[in-house]
């Protein structure tokens, strides 16, 4: 019942930046955490960042400090502001929706953006 739409991905080159945005829609429940995950070609799914609601949040290591991820609670809308990017970067987005609600706690994903980071 909750729908992600992503976008912001594409090419760039190394050093540079982009924006990714993901608004949820549908039954939202207002106490959540959004955030993104990323697949690399022949890699573990792995966490690169995550926001409450009260806007506490969670970096990968590997993102720390030029990663930037926020939200607009009233657009039920996260982005992800990504800067100084490297060819290690490169991977598939995808949006995750988690909903805090005892006890189903459901997950919802968008359907993935590329983003390719090459010269």
């Known amino acids: 019942q909750v729908q992600l739409v992503e976008s912001g991905g594409g090419l760039v080159q190394p050093g540079g930046s982009l924006r990714l945005s993901c608004a949820a829609s549908?039954?939202?429940?207002?106490?959540?955490?959004m955030g993104w995950y990323r697949q690399a070609p022949g890699k573990q799914r792995e966490l690169v960042a995550a926001?409450?609601?009260?806007?506490?949040?969670n970096y990968a290591d590997s993102v720390k400090g030029r990663f930037t991820i926020s939200r607009d609670n009233a657009k039920n809308t996260v982005y992800l502001q990504m800067n100084s990017l490297n060819s290690e970067d490169t991977a598939v987005y995808y949006c995750?929706?988690?909903?805090?609600?005892?006890?189903?706690?459901?997950?919802?994903w968008g359907q993935g953006t590329q983003v390719t980071v090459s010269s």
């Open positions: 995750n929706f988690k909903e805090l609600n005892p006890p189903s706690y459901r997950n919802y």
């Open positions: 549908g039954s939202i429940f207002s106490i959540n955490v």
């Open positions: 926001i409450n609601t009260a806007g506490s949040t």
